[in-house]
């Protein structure tokens, strides 16, 4: 049996080969013999969606052996996909564009379509500043500020991009580790005032988690029909808790869609991919998923309610599925962490290593009901 | 019930919609009602190999359950992969680029380290042409005579390139869609006498049918150790009928692979795909493999003895598990193409759309004894 010391040293080696991710649970459970995780509260996912896509795998694929055939053969192209999808979400299939994950779909747009200079807010995911690198292109992180608790000051961030001659930028919406949301008009009026850009990069992978006025998805991807310069990300890991499948699309101009599919991402979604797609293409699955997408925004909001009142720790208000909070009880985030980790089997993400950060943090991700209870006693105990 | 000539419109349609590649099996299935398919003998696998995998996928992950957490968690990072790869293929891992599929390792290095102008010899896999379009990349091809049944001269293709200036160039081996053989000395002869080129593609994607002179892989992927600008090609979809999980990798010079890996490419397989990846390193399956990558090339050496035999066509001599074949018996290819299909249930490739093939073409891929026999007597009624 590994003592707490020694489980910390192992973690902080596998923290240290993940880069700017987090160890997987595969990775940790390899490494750490007598590990015990009860609740990945590190891992941004609505589990009653991923209990409901897994009914439909287990009867429509893993009963009938259908699964066999959908690893054998080769998938769909990409635009075939393209085109079952663009009934769902009602955009043109011309105008999407099918990732293996929506990182290989930020990664597919920042080498083709990104030239001189980007603008990105931090804290932010990773990868909208690491994958420019070493391409001749000025990355310019805006920091957003911590009075305002993170959240992206639009027309400060406008003034930036001019001040600085900026020609692309990335807004993340609801961003992501703060769980930010910004309003849907400010963002239009960004939009119109900035058509000179070269491409403005909206994350809305997390848009599925933020409650609309009328309940509603508040996208913008219908906009890309009016700007031509926005690319809008969807990751669908979140949504569904099928990051293992890797699936995600983009939305931009057609002419951006046909410069990527004329030479290359043929097969880039595996079959498994291909079948997740035509779920998430299909009218009745779409009317179930929206239940279990409304049942885990309202767990959310009670989860929110409850973390408000522990002491020692400040929660930042989000309209997403994960709450940025800052540990001020005098411990550091990598010491709550560990705690959470190996004496109430909780993963959470320390945020230590997010730039952009000033203080100690911790990212919780809301799970179901119970598993939020859990999350909230040991929080509770280790402040 | 379709006709014959309604069956043969749909097809063509759905061929045009696939670009240079065949139309999958699903796609036909889903639009061509009454359609049955005995033998896929245009899917390139060795179904054997198929089998042992998926004996290993049903008690390991399908039965346990398992299965639901590849699917939901994140999968390994490439040089994760790589490392455990390194061990089976006795490369260093900095040296292992893991891809989603071989195509887009082909769509990295094309796209990354291909500057100026490629070689090309034709017929081939179209990608080598197709991915360097819109790049600036002037793409030379390099005719196969007829005369040498396609078969790469490689000291002609030696004065090709240098009398053209050419800066990189891509060689297949054994060559996709006629089977030819290069020999491993005169491989070596070439790579010694083109050290100046910025790169040299090799595509073993099907070396693992060639049998060597002592049964061994005949690969020349230790070489990239000894030639830096050599690039190796490996699809795994080939060997083990896996297309639907998207599996290859890539070997080549380090600092390659860390230019690849330092903005991108990171959670690039999905869970399926590193499943895969661990069987594959696995010693005791890696034997068990060996017995049926063996049984498969005898096979289909037999499968050979037996095309030969047949009137009205010409087969090539082929150290791959498939066969182009020139049908000289006044039909087109696209006859016998759909006449197979249609009347005998027998998928293979039509050729027509091959660029660099002069005549009447039809490619057939190696199955297991029971098939063979079944596309033998088809192809001896239609010829």
């Known amino acids: 049996m590994l003592t707490f010391e020694e489980k910390v040293s192992i973690f902080n080696k596998l923290k240290e080969q993940s880069g700017s991710h987090s ?7 390899k490494e750490i013999d007598d590990l015990k995780i009860d609740v990945d509260a590190c891992f941004l996912s609505n589990p009653y ?5 897994f009914s439909f795998l287990k009867s429509e694929l893993i009963e009938t052996q259908k699964i066999f055939g959908v690893i054998e053969y080769y998938p ?9 999808l663009s009934s769902a979400i009602k955009v043109p299939a011309k105008n999407i564009f099918i990732a293996n994950g929506a990182i290989e779909g930020i990664q597919a747009i920042l080498h083709r379509f990104v030239k001189d200079s980007i603008a990105v807010p931090i804290p932010t995911f990773s990868s909208y500043y690491e994958y420019v690198q070493n391409l001749g292109v000025k990355c310019y992180l805006y920091e957003n500020s ?34 930010n949301h910004l309003d849907r008009n400010d963002l239009i009026a960004f939009l119109k005032s900035h058509q ?8 809305e992978s997390f848009i599925h988690f933020t409650k ?16 031509q310069n926005l690319i809008v990300v969807k990751s669908l890991s979140k949504d569904f808790g099928i990051a293992g499948i ?5 939305l931009m101009d057609e002419k951006k869609v046909s410069s990527l599919l004329s030479n290359g991402y043929l097969w880039n979604s595996s079959g498994l991919a291909e079948y997740f797609f035509k779920k998430y293409s299909d009218k009745s699955f779409r009317s179930l998923y929206e239940e279990v997408r409304l049942k ?34 005098k411990k550091t985030s990598s010491e709550v962490f560990m705690e959470l980790l190996f004496k109430h089997n909780i993963y959470v993400r320390d945020c230590s290593d997010k730039i952009g950060l000033n203080g100690e943090y911790i990212r919780i991700a809301a799970r179901s009901k119970e598993e939020n209870t859990k999350i909230f006693n040991a929080l509770k105990n280790v402040l």
């Open 23 to 29: 160890p997987s649970i595969t990775s940790l459970f």
């Open 49 to 53: 969606a991923t209990e409901l896509f």
């Open 76 to 84: 769909a192209q990409n635009k075939s996909i393209a085109k079952s």
């Open 146 to 179: 911590k009075e305002n608790d993170y959240k992206l000051d639009l027309s400060l961030y406008s003034r930036f991009i001019r001040d600085n001659n900026i020609s692309n930028c990335v807004i993340i919406n609801p961003n992501n580790p703060d769980g």
């Open 196 to 203: 000179d850009l070269d491409n403005i990069i909206l994350d």
């Open 212 to 227: 609309g006025s009328n309940l509603e998805i508040e996208s913008l991807d219908q906009e890309i029909l009016n700007f």
């Open 246 to 250: 890797r699936a995600g699309y983009l």
């Open 296 to 329: 885990y925004i309202d767990q959310t909001e009670k989860f929110y309610d409850q973390l408000k009142t522990l002491k020692g720790i400040h929660i930042i208000k989000s309209k997403s599925n994960f709450f940025l909070a800052e540990i001020l009880n």
